[in-house]
């Protein structure tokens, strides 16, 4: 299998969270598609958590897009700075969620791996 980097793995992240999404939230979605979008999410409720829950998956995958290019030019800053907040907004994440599912685990990992393969030569992109 050949090696997935972190910022492969946080644009996997990124996909998964838009399939989880339209799974979890497909009857809210669904209402908003048939209100045309404009002026369909309200404030708070289903419908506003099914859209925040679908607005991270394109976030996290151009993140993901972003930091393989860091890794495949060697950009070591970029590396280490996206390192720093996925671990941190993946912790707190994890934190504020407590003991329910949630994949903020997995942002933690991913960042927590940029750290430690950031500028070595074996966290290039596999393209």
């Given at each position: 299998m050949p090696f997935r980097s972190p910022g492969w793995w946080l644009e996997f992240l990124g996909v998964a969270h838009?399939?989880?999404?339209?799974?979890?939230?497909?009857?809210?979605?669904?209402?908003?598609?048939?209100?045309?979008?404009?002026?369909?999410?309200?404030?708070?409720?289903?419908?506003?958590?099914?859209?925040?829950?679908?607005?991270?998956?394109?976030?996290?995958?151009?993140?993901?897009?972003?930091?393989?290019s860091?890794?495949?030019?060697?950009?070591?800053?970029?590396?280490?700075?996206?390192?720093?907040?996925?671990?941190?907004?993946?912790?707190m994440g994890s934190a504020a969620i407590g003991r329910r599912p949630s994949g903020f685990w997995g942002v933690a990992a991913v960042g927590i791996a940029t750290l430690a393969g950031a500028g070595r030569s074996g966290c290039r992109s596999a393209t």
């Open positions: 838009a399939g989880v999404g339209i799974v979890r939230y497909r009857d809210a979605l669904g209402d908003i598609a048939r209100h045309k979008l404009l002026d369909s999410v309200p404030g708070s409720g289903d419908k506003a958590t099914a859209f925040w829950f679908m607005a991270a998956a394109p976030t996290l995958w151009v993140g993901g897009r972003l930091l393989r860091a890794e495949s030019t060697g950009d070591v800053d970029a590396q280490r700075t996206a390192g720093v907040v996925l671990t941190a907004v993946g912790l």
